[in-house]
């Protein structure tokens, strides 16, 4: 995001609190900021909007991951099966 | 158009999500998506010959995984009228309606908002697909698994204020890819 100074950040300041607020972990002193940095700032305001709707859109979404062991299983059992095939054609 | 490779060592980072969030749907139980995925891998490995290299590995591999997703209800099927239904529960710990609790459902959620967040979702792991892996893989362990910062900074060595950095990183490229293929 370009640099450029405001009230109380510049926009890349602006664009990591807003980024922080989507999960929650932004303190008071950042939302109030925020909000009024987005007052004067027409990108900033925007990419609130876009990131906000992209939160939304996630949680919409229930993506399901499959957990870091359930992923470790599935790459030990592919990669026995690699090197079974490996030692099998050598 | 290029020809495309298949390089199993890296099919479970960047195809494991992808796949299993498709079997989940199709199975509704975890376990057996997880199996579904993993003997996915086992047979595009398996058949890595057949590979022409005309569709992409994704698409390859989700073809398997239709085949088995296939098979799996042809097996249960087979072995339908011999399964136990209970009616209700049968041990000490769960108490209550089992059937009300079974039956009870979202009254506002329809078929086709499922179907349209089945093509969101897949939307969002395609475009996620698209971004940094190291950004992807950040960002799906703080946004999807839901990890606190401490947590993913310890896992990829990472200090917070880079966390952010890569974090924002990603949801400018993953909004932007979405609004092509979404909005």
Redesign the interface.
């Known amino acids: 995001m370009q640099k450029s100074k405001f009230f109380i950040f510049d926009c890349s300041n602006a664009?990591?609190c807003c980024?922080?607020k989507?999960?929650n972990?932004a303190n008071v002193r950042e939302k109030t900021s925020i909000i009024i940095h987005n007052l004067f700032c027409k990108k900033c305001r925007d990419y609130s909007a876009?990131?906000s709707?992209?939160t939304q859109?996630?949680k919409?979404?229930?993506?399901?991951?499959?957990?870091s062991e359930?992923?470790r299983?599935?790459?030990e059992?592919?990669k026995q099966?690699?090197s079974k095939?490996k030692s099998s054609s050598n | 158009m290029p020809k495309h490779t298949l390089d199993?060592?890296k099919?479970?980072?960047k195809y494991?999500?992808y796949l299993?969030?498709y079997a989940?749907v199709r199975v509704n139980d975890?376990e057996i998506a997880?199996d579904l995925?993993?003997e996915t891998?086992?047979a595009g490995?398996?058949s890595k010959d057949n590979f022409l290299g005309k569709a992409s590995e994704r698409t390859w591999l989700i073809s398997i995984l239709k085949r088995k997703v296939i098979d799996y209800y042809r097996r249960i099927n087979s072995q339908k009228g011999k399964a136990e239904v209970r009616i209700n529960y049968s041990d000490d710990e769960n108490t209550g309606e089992w059937l009300e609790e079974q039956v009870a459902d979202d009254f506002d959620r329809s078929a086709e908002d499922e179907m349209e967040?089945e093509e969101?979702?897949l939307a969002?792991?395609e475009c996620l697909d698209e971004i940094n892996p190291k950004h992807a893989a950040i960002f799906?362990m703080?946004?999807?698994?839901g990890a606190d910062?401490e947590a993913v900074c310890n896992e990829f060595k990472i200090t917070p204020s880079n966390l952010?950095?890569i974090?924002?990183r990603a949801?400018t490229a993953?909004?932007a890819c979405?609004e092509k293929k979404?909005l």
Request: net charge positive; with cysteine; hydrophobic share 40%.
């Open positions: 664009a990591n980024d922080k989507e999960y972990e876009k990131n709707k992209l859109l996630i919409k979404a229930r993506i399901k991951g499959c957990t359930e992923k299983n599935i790459k059992r592919l099966e690699i095939q | 199993p060592n099919w479970v980072d494991a999500d299993f969030n989940i975890r997880n995925v993993s891998f086992l490995l398996n967040n969101l979702r969002i792991l799906k703080k946004t999807i698994d910062t952010w950095v974090i924002h949801r993953l909004a979405l979404w």
